[in-house]
């Protein structure tokens, strides 16, 4: 079976002649569809610029990513734009939602760019809203919710388009406990669905949801853990 994401001997450095940062060092893993796949490290690990790059946000110095057998790495700015739209959710630790907006025009948001007829973004934003068990609030403005609904707005758009994989970046960083932990088991229902999900985190409780934990440190993977199987490579 193809990986649906194979990272391939990346690296990423910072700066210039005599003050270069190497922040990822010639990573490669795969991650195959339907996993659920945590990414653990230290403040400047380099979890979060590997998450960038696999995301397009950030470019890689050296290296290829394959998302479902394309190499992105490759891809023109015109074509990384569709890719991102089209096959990457992203949900961020800070919700990135226009709060002044309603939540169906937020979730319905990445379906503009793609000249998605108005009535097919509306019963694909519902349903999505549907999913997190926000179909109710539909009409209210973003910040009339709570931090957890807001979250789960961002979820709600992030799957809108059907992506291959969801990218999530300490997405229970600005949650309290309890509510954090009601966003860990949608995502679990998520990936219990089918939905391959990425996920960075310094928070153990978040890892313990996923079936494999890739460790960082340095810019290097040093484990990349499954549940009761360990691939040390240090």
Same mark, same amino acid.
């Given at each position: 079976?193809?990986?649906?994401? +194979?990272?391939?001997?990346?690296?990423?450095?910072?700066?210039?002649?005599?003050?270069?940062?190497?922040?990822?060092?010639?990573?490669?893993?795969?991650?195959?569809?339907?996993?659920?796949?945590?990414?653990?490290? *230290?403040?400047?690990?380099?979890?979060?610029?590997?998450?960038?790059?696999?995301?397009?946000?950030?470019?890689?110095?050296?290296?290829?990513?394959?998302?479902?057998?394309?190499?992105?790495?490759?891809?023109?700015?015109?074509?990384?734009?569709?890719?991102?739209? !089209?096959?990457?959710? @992203?949900?961020?630790?800070?919700?990135?939602?226009?709060?002044?907006?309603?939540? %169906? @025009?937020?979730?319905? %948001?990445?379906?503009?760019?793609?000249?998605?007829?108005?009535?097919?973004?509306?019963?694909?934003?519902?349903?999505?809203? !549907?999913?997190?068990?926000?179909?109710?609030?539909?009409?209210?403005? *973003?910040?009339?919710?709570?931090?957890?609904?807001?979250?789960?707005?961002? &979820?709600?758009?992030?799957?809108? +388009? /059907?992506?291959?994989?969801?990218? *999530?970046?300490?997405?229970?960083? *600005?949650?309290? /406990? !309890?509510? /954090?932990?009601?966003?860990?088991?949608?995502?679990?229902?998520?990936?219990? &669905?089918?939905?391959?999900?990425?996920?960075?985190?310094?928070?153990?409780?978040?890892?313990?949801?996923?079936?494999?934990?890739?460790?960082? +440190?340095?810019?290097?993977?040093?484990?990349?853990?499954?549940?009761?199987?360990?691939?040390? &490579?240090?």
């Amino acid at each position: 079976m193809q990986p649906i994401l +194979n990272v391939s001997n990346i690296e990423k450095y910072y700066g210039n002649k005599g003050m270069v940062t190497k922040a990822v060092d010639n990573i490669s893993f795969s991650v195959n569809k339907g996993e659920f796949v945590g990414i653990m490290g *230290a403040s400047g690990s380099g979890k979060t610029t590997l998450l960038n790059c696999i995301s397009t946000i950030d470019t890689v110095t050296s290296g290829h990513i394959y998302v479902d057998g394309k190499n992105i790495t490759t891809m023109k700015s015109k074509q990384l734009s569709a890719f991102r739209r !089209e096959q990457l959710g @992203f949900v961020f630790q800070d919700f990135s939602l226009l709060n002044q907006q309603s939540v %169906l @025009f937020n979730v319905m %948001l990445p379906m503009y760019f793609n000249k998605t007829p108005y009535k097919q973004m509306k019963e694909r934003a519902m349903h999505s809203l !549907e999913v997190v068990g926000l179909l109710d609030h539909a009409k209210k403005k *973003a910040h009339q919710l709570s931090g957890g609904q807001r979250q789960r707005v961002a &979820i709600a758009r992030a799957i809108v +388009n /059907s992506p291959s994989i969801i990218l *999530a970046d300490e997405p229970t960083g *600005a949650l309290d /406990s !309890e509510t /954090s932990k009601h966003i860990m088991d949608l995502f679990q229902r998520l990936n219990e &669905i089918g939905l391959t999900i990425i996920v960075v985190t310094h928070d153990q409780a978040v890892a313990d949801y996923c079936s494999r934990i890739i460790t960082i +440190n340095d810019g290097k993977i040093i484990q990349n853990k499954e549940k009761n199987i360990v691939s040390s &490579i240090i």
